[in-house]
T-cell receptor, first 111, second 115 residues
Framework: RKEVEQDPGPFNVPEGATVAFNCTYS??????FFWYRQDCRKEPKLLMS???SGNEDGRFTAQLNRASQYISLLIRDSKLSDSATYLC????????????FGKGTKLSVKP | DTGVSQDPRHKITKRGQNVTFRCDPI?????LYWYRQTLGQGPEFLTY????????KSRLLSDRFSAERPKGSFSTLEIQRTEQGDSAMYLC?????????????FGSGTRLTVV
């Protein structure tokens, strides 16, 4: 089983749609969770951390279920500028473990 | 400080040649990481340093690869006897120890093409 698995995608949605990405991780010792965004041929950039209680940043909502080892990202009212690849990221274990990236899910928002 | 800098941005080399990449992290960050990313994949961990000490190396880092961070500031990644399978984006990132909840800051990467 891969350490971090994501929906394969791609997701093609119209502007204004709500889209959800899912991710599972295998290491129950993982303590830090993130969503990164990566534009084509650019470096990954931190979108948001994911906290146990769930957290929201504008149109973006992240949820964590430690019991199921499951992470989600919800994007409401999609914009054209949201088109990118979204990477689910988990630390290997403990507070200092290295970050492990999923393969990413490509989102394409159409007019 | 404008972030993590990597040089060069692009490198085309012939198979069998050696290449070296440089990374300058954010100045106050004591941790520096190297990742490799191929098309359609997420970044894969290669190695990381805390100050000048190399603390972990992935099994992806064959004996043709070597990384250094001699004074705990910039780092270099060298690939000897390059192979076509080494073609990838090589990403450097930095962070502070104990900031597990704050993620890493990545540089723009060095895109290597081995012909």
């Amino acid at each position: 089983r891969k350490e971090v698995e994501q929906d394969p995608g791609p997701f093609n949605v119209p502007e204004g749609a709500t889209v959800a990405f899912n991710c599972t991780y295998s290491n129950s010792a993982s303590q830090s969770f993130f969503w990164y965004r990566q534009d084509c041929r650019k470096e990954p950039k931190l979108l948001m951390s994911v906290y146990s209680s769930g957290n929201e940043d504008g149109r973006f909502t992240a949820q964590l279920n430690r019991a199921s080892q499951y992470i989600s990202l919800l994007i409401r009212d999609s914009k054209l500028s949201d088109s990118a690849t979204y990477l689910c990221v988990v630390n290997r274990g403990g507070s200092q473990g290295n970050l492990i990236f999923g393969k990413g899910t490509k989102l394409s928002v159409k007019p | 400080d404008t972030g993590v800098s990597q040089d060069p941005r692009h490198k085309i080399t012939k198979r069998g040649q050696n290449v070296t990449f440089r990374c300058d992290p954010i100045s106050e960050h004591n941790r520096l990481y190297w990742y490799r990313q191929t098309l359609g994949q997420g970044p894969e961990f290669l190695t990381y340093f805390q100050n000048e000490a190399q603390l972990e190396k992935s099994r992806l880092l064959s004996d043709r690869f070597s990384a250094e961070r001699p004074k705990g500031s910039f780092s270099t990644l060298e690939i000897q006897r390059t192979e076509q399978g080494d073609s990838a984006m090589y990403l450097c990132a930095s962070s502070l120890t104990g900031t597990g909840n704050y993620g890493y800051t990545f540089g723009s990467g060095t895109r290597l093409t081995v012909v």
